[in-house]
Each structure stands twice: as C-alpha cells, then as structure tokens.
C-alpha cells in the first residue's frame, strides 16, 4: 500500500495478475463440479482460491478472485463464463433498443443484499489473512472498466478487435454513452462493495482499451471510468500509524502505451503497465511522477531461469525512474505456467 501511495519500499513489493486461478493445482483441484460464476459467488470457494497463491507463493498482496461480468450477472444480465473462452452473453446488446431494456434495470437495485456473497467472501479473506499469519498482505479488490465490459456486452463474447463495440460508439453516441454509464454504476458498485467490505485497493482493469485511438479513449471510454472510479473516491482505509488514507486506485490495460497519461487522468493513483513498454518509458510518459505496475512479459516465465532473472533484473531497473514500482507481470499468468516458477521469482526478488 505505500508502494501504491509513491512511497518506494527497500524491498519491491510483488503480485502477479490472475495469480489465482488455472496455474494452481489445488485451484483445479477446487474448481472441479463448479461452474466458474458460482464459485465466485460462493464465499466460502472464493475466498479459499483468494488466499492459495498467497499461502503458496509469499506474495505481497492478495487480489480478490472473482471476475468482472460477476456485477452484471447480479445485476440480472443472462451473461456466462465458458470454459477456455471466457464471457459469452445470452442476448448481444446491440442497438438503441437493446440498450434501452439493459440500462431499465436500475444500478441502485445493486444494494447490499445483491452483494452480501461478495462482501461475506472479502470479509472472510481479510480475517483469513490474518490467521495465516499474513494480517499485514492486503486485499486488493477489482472491477473491469466500462469499456472492457461493454466490449463484452456488445461483442456478445471474447474479440479480437472488439470492432461491434468501436462502430457503436461511432454510429450511435447516444446510445454508447447510456450504455457507459449504465456500465460504470454496476461495475462501480461492484468495486465499493469490495472495498466497504475490507479490500485495502482497487484496481480497474480496462483490458481491451488498447484498441482504441487516444481521441476515441477520451471521448467514448475514459468518462465512464471516470464515472466508475467515483463510486470508491470517498472510501478511506485505516492505518495504524497514519490515522486514515484514501483507497488507492490502479488502472490497467493491455497496449495502452498510447493511452497512459489519459488512463491516470481519469482519476488513478497507479498505473499498471503491460510488456510492451518499458517501464523506464512509461514512467517518462507519465512525467515520472505516477507510481507504476508490471511489467514482466509473462512469455519469459517459461524460459530458462537466468533469462527471467535477467529480464526480471531489467524490469526492477526501469522501474525506479518511477517514484515507486509495484513488480507484476504485464499481464495474466499464462495457464500453462509452471507455480514453483513464480514462487521462485517472488523469493528472488524479496531477496533483492
Ligand atoms: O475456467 C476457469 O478457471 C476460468 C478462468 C477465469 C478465471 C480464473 C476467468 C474467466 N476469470 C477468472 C478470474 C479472474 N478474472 C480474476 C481473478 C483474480 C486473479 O487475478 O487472480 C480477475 C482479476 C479477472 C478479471 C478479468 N476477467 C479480466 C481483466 C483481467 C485480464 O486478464 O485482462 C477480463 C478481461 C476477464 C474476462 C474473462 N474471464 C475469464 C476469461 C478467460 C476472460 C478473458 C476472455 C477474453 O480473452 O476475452
């Protein structure tokens, strides 16, 4: 948490991006007979698959498992998470019409019974941390940014080049923009409920953002995230020593090198950066004044170890023209990874 507030730590902090999930055994092992949307809303299961990575690999912060359609399910979209591809939705939100039956369901509707699963998983995760012996690792929360999660809503289901979602906002701005905001209630929601509930950060993953322009980002996404991020601006979290701060905000994407001053301009404290940038770059970028994240290209976790070594060395190096650096990787571990390779990082680098 002080690295995320630009306080840069003697030891760099380190988490990996899906670190819970397909590369854990005993998360397989878990998993199995239960659909993937409903072990996110089993507190129990959730909670259990939140902390293997941390029980595992020392890890310096938990991320809460969950998935980012889970608020819009609650919420009564007819949307579904299938095995090896991802979100697939029951009906494509396509036209004004469809736009107009979706955005009828009120985000207030998302109240606190909607979210007691979530909240009752994040309260049990944080307590949990506590009786591993890892009081002092925290939770962070998370939400996809209305962007990403209109893509899906659009698209109907994992794209490429998400280009339904990109003609819509072209061709009917109006309806894009109620379909945006519409979008950053319920993810928004989603987020404070986690934070309310005990999780120490946010971070708001706009996954695909890297498809569009810097205009088409400024103009038709980074408001509505904006949007989203207001839902968590007022929350505050205690410190022992300092009395109360601000939950920190991080922002992710995938190929938003063109997009980063704009993604922390809609109100992040953090941004997290993917591979292909270097973060001495991205910190210029930023006017080195922004905390970053990232960014190990999760290709090289399966090459020989000195050459993670080496590229994790370089990483760590760039990193510091930043006022502070969060080590993760540029995206998700790959499902094919092998764990001791990551447990091995996180050992080398707390050795650092
Ligand atoms: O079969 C399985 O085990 C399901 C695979 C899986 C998992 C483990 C999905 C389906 N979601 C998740 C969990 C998840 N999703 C987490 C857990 C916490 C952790 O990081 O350990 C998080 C943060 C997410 C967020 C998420 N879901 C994002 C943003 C992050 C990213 O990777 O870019 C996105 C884009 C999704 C959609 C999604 N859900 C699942 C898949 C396979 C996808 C991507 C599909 C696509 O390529 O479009």
Same mark, same amino acid.
């Given at each position: 948490?002080?690295?995320?507030?630009?306080?840069?730590?003697?030891?760099?902090?380190?988490w990996?991006?899906?670190?819970?999930?397909?590369?854990?055994?005993?998360?397989?092992?878990?998993?199995?007979?239960?659909?993937?949307?409903d072990?996110?809303?089993?507190?129990?299961?959730?909670?259990?698959?939140?902390?293997?990575?941390?029980?595992?690999?020392?890890?310096?912060?938990?991320?809460?498992f969950?998935?980012?359609?889970?608020?819009?399910?609650l919420?009564?979209?007819?949307?579904?998470?299938?095995?090896?591809?991802?979100?697939?939705?029951?009906?494509?939100?396509?036209?004004?019409?469809?736009?107009?039956?979706?955005?009828?369901?009120?985000?207030?509707?998302?109240?606190?019974?909607?979210?007691?699963?979530?909240?009752?998983?994040?309260?049990?995760?944080?307590?949990?941390?506590?009786?591993?012996?890892?009081g002092?690792?925290?939770?962070?929360?998370?939400?996809?940014?209305?962007f990403?999660?209109?893509?899906?809503?659009v698209?109907?289901?994992?794209?490429?080049?998400?280009?339904?979602?990109?003609?819509?906002?072209?061709?009917?701005?109006?309806?894009?923009? @109620?379909?945006? #905001?519409?979008?950053?209630? *319920?993810?928004? %929601?989603?987020?404070?409920?986690?934070?309310?509930? =005990?999780? &120490? +950060?946010?971070?708001?993953?706009?996954?695909?953002?890297?498809?569009?322009?810097?205009?088409?980002?400024?103009?038709?996404?980074?408001?509505?995230?904006?949007?989203?991020?207001?839902?968590?601006?007022?929350?505050?979290?205690?410190?022992?020593?300092?009395?109360?701060?601000s939950?920190?905000?991080?922002?992710?994407?995938?190929?938003?090198?063109?997009?980063?001053?704009?993604?922390?301009?809609?109100?992040?404290?953090?941004?997290?950066?993917?591979?292909?940038?270097?973060?001495?770059?991205?910190s210029?970028?930023?006017?080195?004044?922004?905390p970053?994240?990232?960014n190990?290209?999760? @290709?090289?976790? #399966?090459?020989?170890?000195? *050459?993670?070594? %080496?590229?994790?060395?370089?990483?760590?190096?760039? =990193?510091? &023209? +930043?006022?502070?650096?969060?080590?993760?990787?540029?995206?998700?571990v790959?499902?094919?990874?092998?764990?001791?390779?990551?447990?091995?990082?996180?050992?080398?680098?707390?050795?650092?």
């Amino acid at each position: 948490m002080r690295a995320y507030q630009g306080a840069r730590q003697q030891t760099t902090p380190v988490w990996f991006m899906r670190q819970a999930g397909r590369s854990l055994p005993e998360y397989r092992e878990l998993r199995v007979g239960t659909r993937m949307l409903d072990a996110c809303l089993n507190p129990e299961l959730a909670s259990e698959i939140t902390l293997q990575p941390v029980r595992r690999h020392g890890v310096d912060a938990a991320i809460f498992f969950s998935d980012i359609v889970i608020p819009l399910r609650l919420a009564g979209v007819d949307v579904d998470i299938v095995a090896g591809k991802g979100p697939v939705l029951g009906k494509p939100i396509r036209t004004a019409a469809d736009v107009a039956e979706l955005t009828s369901i009120d985000p207030a509707s998302l109240d606190a019974t909607v979210f007691a699963p979530i909240a009752e998983a994040v309260r049990r995760t944080v307590t949990e941390l506590e009786t591993i012996g890892a009081g002092d690792t925290p939770l962070i929360g998370f939400a996809g940014a209305p962007f990403t999660l209109a893509a899906y809503l659009v698209e109907g289901g994992p794209s490429k080049d998400h280009i339904r979602a990109r003609t819509l906002m072209h061709a009917d701005p109006a309806a894009w923009a @109620a379909l945006m #905001d519409w979008t950053a209630d *319920v993810t928004g %929601a989603f987020l404070r409920a986690q934070v309310l509930a =005990g999780a &120490s +950060a946010a971070q708001l993953f706009d996954s695909w953002a890297g498809a569009l322009s810097l205009d088409d980002y400024e103009q038709y996404a980074a408001p509505a995230s904006a949007r989203a991020l207001t839902h968590v601006r007022d929350l505050a979290y205690p410190v022992a020593a300092a009395g109360v701060r601000s939950v920190p905000i991080v922002h992710f994407g995938v190929g938003t090198g063109e997009l980063l001053t704009a993604m922390h301009d809609v109100g992040a404290d953090v941004v997290g950066i993917d591979y292909r940038i270097p973060l001495d770059e991205a910190s210029r970028r930023l006017g080195h004044t922004v905390p970053v994240q990232g960014n190990i290209d999760p @290709a090289i976790l #399966d090459a020989p170890w000195p *050459v993670l070594e %080496a590229h994790v060395l370089d990483v760590l190096e760039r =990193g510091k &023209s +930043a006022p502070s650096h969060v080590l993760n990787l540029g995206h998700g571990v790959p499902p094919e990874t092998d764990p001791a390779v990551l447990t091995r990082l996180v050992e080398f680098v707390h050795g650092i």
